[in-house]
């Protein structure tokens, strides 16, 4: 199993910044197990989109609304990967969820944090 622990959200005005964090903890050997780590959001009545993605290996992907304005980082050693978003707009108002995917398994495990809230005002 593998845990993930949010922090970092709140509110903000309209082109103000916050940075997210998310803690992976678990054994040595399932946290060596994961591979992408990224943030989704999701607001009501929509379906959970991806944000940004890091993989393993240094790869990033980012949604196509929050590129130039988000960038995602990840400290393999602390285990912690960050969302720094900028220039917010209220349409960034949304649950923030982490993701960690193991490789553990075939196909791979899916797990996340339980959500940060992220409010914009306009």
């Not at 978003?85 to 791979?108: G, I, Q």
Request: charged share 15%; proline share 3%; with cysteine.
């Amino acid at each position: 199993q593998v845990q993930l622990v949010e922090s970092g959200g709140g509110l903000v005005q309209a082109g103000g910044s916050l940075r997210l964090s998310c803690a992976a903890s678990g054994t040595n050997f399932m946290i060596s197990t994961i591979n992408n780590m990224g943030w989704y959001r999701q607001t009501p009545g929509k379906q959970r989109e991806l944000v940004a993605t890091f993989t393993r290996l240094g790869s990033t992907n980012y949604a196509d609304s929050v590129k130039g304005r988000f960038t995602i980082s990840r400290d393999n050693a602390k285990n912690t990967v960050y969302l720094q978003m900028t220039s917010l707009k209220p349409e960034d108002t949304a649950v923030y969820y982490c993701n960690a995917d193991s490789r553990f398994t075939t196909p791979p495990t899916n797990y996340w944090g339980q959500g940060t809230q992220v409010t914009v005002s306009s």
